[in-house]
Nanobody, 115 residues
Framework: QVQLLESGGGLVQPGGSLRLSCTASGSIRTMDTMGWHRQVPGQQRRLVAS???????NYADSVKGRFTISRDNAKNTLYLQMNSLNPEDTAGYYC?????????WGQGTQVTVSS
């Protein structure tokens, strides 16, 4: 089993920044694509950004140029640097990753952008 633990969420003013982290622990033999999704109550969970094992990235159009995804394989940790945040970015942010051929999800961390 693999566990994913997110951190770094919180309340931020419009235009501000946050950095989310997601650390994987457990019986990790292989680590493939990882990513962040976000979900607003009553709506589907949507991909924000993903990064594969060799560092190739993919972003939702709504966050391109503002968010940066990265990973530190030695630390089994995924990051999401979020800049120029706006109220539309308010959501629960969920980390996921493919480990040992299976997809795992974290419990999520709340990001609220409000003045």
């Amino acid at each position: 089993q693999v566990q994913l633990l997110e951190s770094g969420g919180g309340l931020v003013q419009p235009g501000g920044s946050l950095r989310l982290s997601c650390t994987a622990s457990g019986s990790i033999r292989t680590m493939d694509t990882m990513g962040w999704h976000r979900q607003v109550p009553g709506q589907q969970r949507r991909l924000v950004a993903s990064i594969n094992s060799i560092g190739a990235t993919n972003y939702a159009d709504s966050v391109k140029g503002r968010f940066t995804i990265s990973r530190d394989n030695a630390k089994n940790t995924l990051y999401l640097q979020m800049n120029s945040l706006n109220p539309e970015d308010t959501a629960g942010y969920y980390c996921h990753g493919f480990f040992n051929g299976r997809n795992y999800w974290g419990q999520g961390t709340q990001v609220t952008v409000s003045s």
